[in-house]
């Protein structure tokens, strides 16, 4: 039952006031104990390396598993959201996510920990995340826009929080206790779920009109199949399933957009190939400290410094992208705090002292600040709003794929050399060969399409880089059923 049909039975809840307050809090706690969450599983590498004894690489495909499923997991949260509502997603993501820790719990092997804290925990922070992010768009018309400002603040408090509790549990009771203390916590994500109450949709709306004329569409294509001319029976029953293989790939994964749109081709290409080293310093800082003599509490702040400096410079830097300055510039920005992620990196090979990485970590914070503020602001200026969750979701399939294998292969590499430095360099390598590839072909594509369009009218909009209004919908829109959205 989707979202719309969930709430059919009761009354409507009021929207921009009263309880969409309390469902925003929600949406906070719910980025805190999803996106969050993977941010403490550096304090635990050094001792869950000693207790299987494995190596560098086997043991980062445990957080790379993690954050992947968690990215790559939104065509299926899309299906689920549509079939079943906001709420029971958010719910059934808590449960996964508990009993994923607590199973962690009990592992005996690190293969173990790759399907309960790798694939089960990060598939219900995926359900939990994404669904949360869905909720908003039925609770807040007037206020999206804030809303959705306000609840990217938990990924940020969940950075802060999560490494100073692992650290502190960790050393009181030991990694095992410290997961299944972990499994109770996140288990706290179905409460947050029980207070998204469905929302009736309003008639008339939007919604409901698309899904009024999609319905003929349906009706024409089922006669059109079952009043077939072809003579085998079995022809005419591939055909519906092809059909509705084609139409799942067109509505949740858009190859035809990316075949189509080369802003969104180039983006896309760009940040899957960023993400090969993004996310290296979030899994490997820790330990690099620790190898370096710095005291293990003192490392696990380290990463709390990132999340607490985004706290306060990730809202700033999007009320800062939104200024008209930067209307049609956006990607230039983005690339800009990419290049800056990149280039960061090099104060860690030069010391590994604790006043080193402190300033480290606050240049990289400020950075990565931005590249949260503007992913999806820039794939909404590239794509067509009516396209956007299905351009979202190749999207995050093709970044999960890289955040998969980045951190590993580094491993892999570490293992060779036995020198931690090759982390940075790498990820150096991946941001900043990337950021010079966004904005040197999004310059390119601008002056392409001035050429075209100075001797006679513009041509294809797929071609071009285009500003897509992001102004908050009037109150008889509502939002799309089912919207997969990440945060880095």
């Known amino acids: 039952m989707s979202q719309g049909g969930a709430a059919a039975g009761g009354a409507a809840k009021p929207q921009d006031r009263g309880w969409a307050w309390m469902v925003l809090v ?20 050094t001792d869950l390396q000693q207790e ?38 958010v719910m059934l993501g808590g449960l996964l996510s508990g009993v994923g820790m ?79 203390i972990f499994g109770g916590i996140l288990l706290n994500s179905c409460v947050c779920g029980a207070i998204m109450r469905p929302v009736e949709l309003t008639a008339g709306s939007a919604l409901q009109s698309a899904k009024a004329a999609e319905e003929p569409r349906r009706k024409a294509e089922a006669a059109q199949v079952s009043n077939g001319t072809s003579p085998h029976p079995e022809l005419q029953q591939q055909q519906p399933r092809r ?49 370096n003599g710095v005291e293990e509490r003192r490392a696990a702040l380290l990463i709390s410094v990132i999340g607490l400096i985004n706290i306060f410079i990730r809202p700033f830097t999007g009320l800062l992208s939104g200024h008209r300055i930067f209307t049609g510039r956006r990607i230039y920005l983005f690339s800009l ?14 010391s590994a002292q604790f006043s080193v990485l402190i300033l480290y970590c606050i240049i990289l914070s400020v950075a990565m600040s931005g590249v949260g503020a503007l992913t999806f602001q820039v794939l909404m200026d590239v794509v067509e709003m009516d396209r956007f969750s299905s351009a979202l979701g190749l999207f995050t399939v093709l970044e999960s794929i890289t955040l998969l294998i980045g951190p590993p292969l580094t491993g892999l590499l570490v293992d060779i050399s ?34 075209k369009e100075a001797p006679k009218a513009p041509l294809d909009t797929h071609y071009q880089y285009n500003e897509v209004s992001t102004e908050p919908q009037a109150e008889s829109q509502s939002p799309p059923v089912a919207v997969y959205i990440t945060s880095i």
């Open 26 to 45: 929600s949406a906070v706690l719910l980025q805190a104990l999803t996106l969050g969450f993977p941010s403490c599983i550096g304090v635990f590498f």
């Open 52 to 89: 299987f004894e494995a190596s560098n690489s086997e043991t980062s495909w445990f957080p790379s598993i993690m954050v992947a499923v968690l990215h790559g997991g939104g065509p299926l949260c899309s299906i689920l959201v549509k079939r079943f509502g906001c709420r029971f997603a």
């Open 102 to 180: 607590v199973s962690s719990s009990f592992c005996r092997s690190i293969s173990q920990l790759y399907l309960t804290a790798g694939l089960i925990t990060g598939l219900g922070s995926c359900f939990s995340f994404q669904a949360g992010v869905t909720v908003l768009g039925y609770y807040f018309i007037r206020w999206r826009t804030l809303a959705n400002a306000i609840a990217s603040t938990g990924v940020s408090l969940g950075f802060t929080l999560w490494p100073l509790l692992s650290q502190h549990l960790l050393d009181e009771m030991g990694w095992r206790n410290t997961f299944l």
């Open 243 to 291: 059909t509705a293989c084609l139409h799942v790939l067109h509505k949740y994964l858009a190859f035809d957009i990316f075949c189509q749109n080369k802003g969104y081709r180039i983006y896309t290409i760009g940040v899957t190939w960023m993400m090969m080293g993004f996310a290296l310093p979030h899994v490997y800082l820790v330990p690099y400290a620790i190898q």
């Open 337 to 350: 705090a990419v290049l800056l992620c990149g280039l960061s990196n090099f104060i860690c090979v030069i």
């Open 418 to 451: 036995g020198d931690f430095h090759y982390v940075f360099y790498t990820s150096s390598f991946f941001l900043i060969s990337a950021a010079f590839f966004m904005g040197l072909s999004f310059c390119t594509l601008e002056k392409k399409t001035k050429l």
